[in-house]
């Protein structure tokens, strides 16, 4: 089946310029999570929705970097005005809630991969 | 969640049992033992994961020692294609898939044919 899409898979901006990236995650998901690779490093956490709802956006690196999921399904990561810094893989994963269980694995999308020049 | 420490590469032959190993010294008695894989330039893949008892899927199993202290996965057979990033993460139990990752530097896996 169909699993976490990501798009662009590829972006470059220019210092300054605002991008915004896509997630569609697995059908029915209701969590949803961001998370940022620098090369070399594993993914870090930036924010993470049920639903529409987002209840932790603790991971989010500055006010430049804002998350939305109006409809509880599609995500947009925006981040406006990027600076090299922002230059990383931006990972989306979905994950089911099922009553009763206790462990739960996420399902990641390819990235999308952001330069900064 | 609990650190966890792992080597930061490793080699095996194809065809052999890969072992990799992670520590987690600080674990709590509610918190499981969770592996994922992140091939080059995919998103990362989950493995398996266990609380005190030894696990196994199609893909790999899973060791934990008695004091829960250290882990090991281990791959059967490996293929080339298991060449990847392996992480070791330690989180307590997630009941309504709301519990973030955290994720180290994880084990540099290298299959040599």
């Known amino acids: 089946g169909a699993g976490v899409s990501q798009s662009p898979r590829y972006k470059v901006a220019k210092r300054g310029q605002d991008v915004a990236l896509r997630c569609d995650p697995i059908?029915?998901?209701?969590?949803l999570f961001w998370y940022q690779q620098a090369l070399g490093q594993g993914p870090e956490f930036l924010t993470y929705?049920?639903?529409?709802?987002?209840?932790?956006k603790s991971g989010l690196p500055s006010d430049r970097f804002f998350a939305e999921r109006p409809e509880g399904s599609v995500s947009t990561l925006k981040i406006q005005r990027t600076q090299q810094e922002d230059s990383a893989v931006y990972l989306c994963?979905?994950?089911?809630?099922?009553?009763?269980?206790?462990?739960?694995?996420?399902?990641f999308g390819p990235g999308t991969r952001l330069t900064v020049t | 969640d609990a650190k966890t420490t792992q080597p930061p590469s490793m080699d095996c032959a194809e065809g052999r049992a890969a072992n990799l190993p992670c520590n987690h010294s600080t674990i709590s008695g509610n918190e499981y033992v969770y592996w994922y894989r992140q091939i080059h330039s995919q998103g990362p893949q989950y493995i398996i994961h266990g609380l005190k008892n030894n696990e196994t899927n199609e893909m790999a199993s899973l060791i934990i020692t008695e004091d829960r202290k250290s882990s090991t996965l281990i791959l059967p057979h490996a293929t080339l294609r298991d060449t990847a990033v392996y992480y070791c993460i330690v989180r307590v139990a997630a009941n309504f898939g709301n519990e973030k990752l955290t994720f180290g530097t994880g084990t540099r896996l290298t299959i040599i044919p």
């Open positions: 929705f049920q639903n529409e709802a987002q209840l932790d």
């Open positions: 994963a979905s994950s089911p809630n099922l009553a009763g269980g206790n462990s739960y694995e996420q399902y």
């Open positions: 059908s029915g998901h209701v969590s």
